[in-house]
């Protein structure tokens, strides 16, 4: 099971680096998740995460105290609508998956945006 659990670890970390390139995949979510992976099945990998010089402040902010970073949130919602923007002016998909994509966005963002600021 520790195997299992490295692996979809790396897997995540791998889909957080794409993320940061492709602007539809969140880079942090994949993060968390690869540090809650690591904790159970490597320390090594898990502490390499948390004392990454990119990843480690905003894991570490999370974990700690369920915080995200103004600048990290005004990043997720400008991306989150821009996303939007083009995929509604650029996209042949129905009005309804459009709507449906619109309220999954908006929602995402009134969760990042109602998360604290942390304290340091």
């Known amino acids: ?24 995949l969140p880079t942090t979510p994949f993060m968390i998740l690869a540090a ?3 904790a159970r099945s490597s320390p090594r990998f898990e502490q390499w ?11 570490l ?3 700690k105290q369920g ?3 103004r600048k990290a949130k005004l990043l997720a919602v400008i991306v989150m609508a ?12 129905s009005t309804a998956l459009k709507a449906i994509t619109g309220l999954i966005l908006l929602g995402s ?9 942390p304290k340091r």
């Open 49 to 59: 995460l948390l004392d990454h010089p990119r990843f480690g402040q905003p894991l």
């Open 61 to 63: 902010d999370w974990r």
């Open 1 to 24: 099971m520790r195997l299992i659990l490295m692996a979809l670890g790396w897997f995540f970390v791998g889909l957080g680096i794409i993320g940061i390139f492709v602007p539809l």
């Open 36 to 38: 809650a992976l690591f």
């Open 67 to 69: 915080a995200i970073s």
């Open 82 to 93: 821009v996303s939007f923007a083009a995929m509604a002016l650029t996209s042949n998909a």
């Open 109 to 117: 963002a009134a969760f990042v945006v109602s998360r604290p600021d």
